[in-house]
């Protein structure tokens, strides 16, 4: 199976920074990634599919880029409900899989 | 606007069974895929079971094939997980969530709508 590998674990960064996170797979997929928050005690929320496209409803400080085996998401400036825990999931080959999650905390 | 309830968690203990269901509402149900995803602690999200919009197609995770069943009823919007010879291992919370694939027979294989999820514990 594709092993998604997200870093950092955890990243500390304040309301308006830039926030980076990876997402690596163990191989190729394509462009076929996306990107979910999830906050405490609530279901994921999908953000990205297919590496760049938002999600509806979702705000354009979110976006997306990579392909094949390094993907990244940004959040251009950080907004206080931003802060959460973020997975990546591929889904060019069965069985889809998610990475571990990297956890967006208040420095 | 989408949304999707689950029902049925609870305490089981290990060898018995448990039923989930979830109630869709929002879209043309009888249109598209459908996914069990749970959240296990330590082991992060995993897609356990797939329906195509007409029940003609199913696909299990590994880890749930044979004891797990996904059915559909499309004239009550409703998702059902059937499982059995429940494991420790099951334990988790058990989402519901929708694929964006508009009659795709295998679906798209991601996941635009949630439910808010059923926790299922089993333990002696």
């Known amino acids: 199976e594709i092993v998604l590998t997200q870093s950092p674990a955890t990243l500390s960064l304040s309301p308006g920074e830039r926030a980076t996170l990876s997402c690596r797979a163990s191989?190729?997929?394509?462009?076929?990634l996306a990107w979910y928050q999830q906050k405490r005690g609530q279901a994921p929320r999908l953000l990205i599919y297919d590496t760049s496209n938002r999600a509806t409803g979702i705000p354009a400080r979110f976006s997306g880029s990579g392909s094949r085996t390094h993907f990244t998401l940004t959040i251009s400036s950080l907004e206080p409900e931003d802060f959460a825990v973020y997975y990546c999931q591929q889904r060019s080959e069965w069985p889809i899989t998610f990475g571990q999650g990297t956890r967006l905390e208040i420095k | 606007q989408v949304q999707m309830v689950e029902s049925g968690g609870g305490v089981v203990q290990p060898g018995k069974s448990l039923r989930l269901s979830c109630a869709a509402s929002g879209f043309t149900f009888s249109m598209y895929g459908l996914h069990w995803v749970r959240q296990v602690p330590g082991k992060g999200l995993e897609r356990v079971a797939f329906?195509?919009?007409?029940?003609?197609?199913?696909h299990y995770d590994d880890a749930v094939r044979g004891r797990f069943t996904i059915s559909r009823d499309n004239s009550n919007n409703t998702l059902f997980l059937q499982m059995k010879s429940l494991r420790s291992e099951d334990t988790g919370i058990y989402y519901c969530?929708?694929?964006?694939?508009?009659?795709?027979?295998w679906g798209v294989g991601h996941f635009d709508y949630w439910g808010q999820g059923a926790l299922v514990t089993v333990s002696s």
């Open positions: 969530a929708k694929d964006p694939g508009d009659r795709s027979s």
């Open positions: 191989q190729s997929v394509g462009s076929y």
């Open positions: 329906i195509s919009y007409d029940g003609r197609n199913t």
